[in-house]
T-cell receptor, first 117, second 111 residues
Framework: EAGVAQSPRYKIIEKRQSVAFWCNPI?????LYWYQQILGQGPKLLIQ????????DSQLPKDRFSAERLKGVDSTLKIQPAKLEDSAVYLC???????????????FGPGTRLLVL | QKEVEQDPGPLSVPEGAIVSLNCTYS??????FMWYRQYSRKGPELLMY????GNKEDGRFTAQVDKSSKYISLFIRDSQPSDSATYLC???????????FGTGTRLLVSP
């Protein structure tokens, strides 16, 4: 079974520029998550999708961050404009189905490392 | 005060040692407790999870939860160099949703 795919793996931009990250979840996984992991910290949830609908975006800085999952499969996360403090690893994760009564494990991708100069 | 506290390490041990990794937390409503392993340049992978208090064992790994003390532990027996990674604790009110992660402890196991 193929894992969660993310691209690009690394990105360097200057502050005030825009950047986009792409995630392809495990086939059949309805739930998709984006996390931000700043160096030396644990992952922090930014947004959670169930199919193509947003379940939780309470910690997403909506003035500069946006995310979409138009067809309920792939997702993109965008930052515009970027700030120095956005330097982090952006992790995508997926799980089978939020509505399932079982406890569905999240599977993480390798992440995209962003450096804002 | 952070919701979940974890010593960042690094923790250096020789091969074969017993390793103890710990987290404390402040929210007494947490019911689900997880341990993730994260290798360098990789995403976290779930090692174990426990519901409520008690112990759980899986091979060389044992997870313990003491809700009265708001303290969780992961023990690794017969540690191997391949165990060298960052270990993240995570917890939640409702299963694998809305996970709150610790900062991670970096473990180095030397041959």
């Amino acid at each position: 079974e193929a894992g969660v795919a993310q691209s690009p793996r690394y990105k360097i931009i200057e502050k005030r520029q825009s950047v986009a990250f792409w995630c392809n979840p495990i086939s059949g996984h309805a739930t998709l998550y984006w996390y931000q992991q700043i160096l030396g910290q644990g992952p922090k949830l930014l947004i959670q999708f169930q199919n193509n609908g947003v379940v939780d975006d309470s910690q997403l800085p909506k003035d500069r961050f946006s995310a979409e999952r138009l067809k309920g499969v792939d997702s993109t996360l965008k930052i515009q404009p970027a700030k120095l403090e956005d330097s982090a690893v952006y992790l995508c994760a997926s799980s089978l189905d939020l509505s399932s009564t079982r406890q569905e494990t999240q599977y993480f991708g390798p992440g995209t490392r962003l450096l804002v100069l | 005060q952070k919701e979940v506290e974890q010593d960042p390490g690094p923790l250096s041990v020789p091969e074969g040692a017993i390793v103890s990794l710990n987290c404390t937390y402040s929210n007494s409503a947490f019911q689900y407790f997880m341990w993730y392993r994260q290798y360098s340049r990789k995403g976290p992978e779930l090692l174990m999870y426990t519901y409520s208090s008690g112990n759980k064992e899986d091979g060389r790994f044992t997870a313990q939860v003491d809700k009265s003390s708001k303290y969780i532990s992961l023990f690794i027996r017969d540690s191997q160099p391949s165990d060298s990674a960052t270990y993240l604790c995570a917890m939640s009110l409702t299963g694998f949703q809305k996970l709150v992660f610790g900062t991670g402890t970096r473990l180095l196991v030397s041959p």
